[in-house]
């Protein structure tokens, strides 16, 4: 499974730092895609431990897995949020970015995968279910 290109649109409110801005937007998309097409917990079932602890285990994307990615801030106005109208774009990106993948599969191949990672395994594994 690979993504070949993201686009993501952010109510952010009021854009303090655009340059900043758009990079904390992209980091968050490039951690959904990793989210969604590679990291994996493991969970042991006698002890309901997690079994992938280490930094090591974990597969994160790197510059070959990230596709063409553009961030669009959707204009808004908040007077609620804060006196500027500025919000916290911390983790805002990753939001709906392992969903779109699925999603995508699922309109391909009339399969509803409900676990993460997205892999070639978990598609042939799931049952067929026409849209």
């Known amino acids: ?11 952010v409110g009021t854009v303090l730092n655009a ?12 951690m959904g895609i ?3 097409l590679m990291e994996e ?11 992938t602890q280490e930094p090591a285990d974990a597969h994160v994307p ?15 106005r908040d007077p609620y949020v804060n006196a500027v109208g500025a919000k916290g774009l911390g983790e805002i990106g990753i939001t709906g970015t392992a969903a779109a993948p699925a999603n995508a599969i699922h309109h391909a191949t009339g399969r ?8 070639l395994d978990n598609v042939l594994a799931t ?5």
Do not use: N, Y
């Open 1 to 11: 499974m690979r993504v070949c290109r993201e686009v993501g649109a952010f109510g």
């Open 19 to 30: 340059k900043t801005a758009r990079s904390q937007l992209l980091g968050g998309i490039v």
């Open 112 to 119: 509803r995968i409900r676990e993460l990672p997205l892999t």
């Open 62 to 76: 790197v510059s070959p897995d990230v596709p063409d990615i553009d961030a669009i801030f959707v204009p808004e």
């Open 41 to 51: 917990t493991q969970l042991d079932s006698r002890s309901a431990r997690f079994i």
């Open 34 to 36: 990793g989210m969604g």
């Open 127 to 131: 049952s067929f279910s026409p849209p």
